[in-house]
């Protein structure tokens, strides 16, 4: 089981390609695309997502395309700075929560309940999506990733907005969750200006290419 990009490139034209010639390998586990010049990050992770496709090379998730993952549900990506990737934003936080876990068959109640109370969502259930700060709903999207199960959860730049307590609790989160992701054959991506966690027991550091 590997996620392997091998030389995969793309160009919003009439741009040269970004991430020209990058190629890694990665195991199941936490992987943390890292960039601290914040070039490619997030086309890196629409890539994975399958919501864009390479002008050349290849990518695979354990032997399948970003797209055929994406059309069996495995791929949980929702980026608050990317609408298309979100629910309205009418919609209740409970109504969410409560969508998720019917449509996600690999759901972790407890683990859900974790990141719920130590990121401090619970006063949050009753608002709409539009009434969160940039922080709770940065925080919603990780505990809802975390508690997912899918097999590719993405998480694009997972500090924004968040102060010092949800910070060691991301931090707290991420250690709980990267040995959880390697031991089921899941992979956590994300992508951020430097690593959140050192690498080992189920965490892995990738640095982007240079621009």
């Known amino acids: 089981m590997s996620l392997d990009w091998n030389a995969l490139e793309f160009s919003y034209p009439p741009a040269a390609p970004l991430l020209a010639g990058w190629q890694w390998q990665a195991a199941p586990g936490l992987v943390q695309l890292v ?36 059309r069996t549900g495995a791929v949980f990506w929702h980026e608050p700075r990317l609408p298309v990737t979100m629910p309205p934003d009418t919609t209740l936080v409970a109504d969410w929560i409560a969508q998720m876990r019917s449509a996600c068959p690999g759901w972790d109640e407890a683990l859900f309940a974790q990141s719920q109370y130590s990121f401090d969502l619970l006063p949050h259930t009753a608002k709409p999506l539009l009434a969160l700060s940039t922080g709770s709903l940065r925080k919603l999207v990780i505990a809802l990733g975390l508690a997912s199960g899918a097999r590719l959860v993405l998480l694009d730049e997972p500090t ?50 240079a621009a």
Request: hydrophobic share 45%; no cysteine; charged share 15%.
């Open 35 to 70: 960039d601290g010049w914040s070039v490619g990050k997030t086309t890196a992770l629409q890539l994975l997502a399958g919501l864009l496709q390479g002008s050349s090379g290849s990518l695979r998730i354990d032997g399948q395309t970003p797209q055929a993952l994406q």
């Open 160 to 209: 924004s907005g968040l102060d010092k307590p949800a910070l060691t609790a991301l931090r707290e989160a991420l250690r709980i969750a990267a040995p959880l992701f390697a031991a089921q054959g899941r992979y956590l991506v994300l992508a951020h200006y430097e690593p959140l966690l050192e690498a080992g027991d189920g965490v892995q550091v990738v640095a982007l290419p």
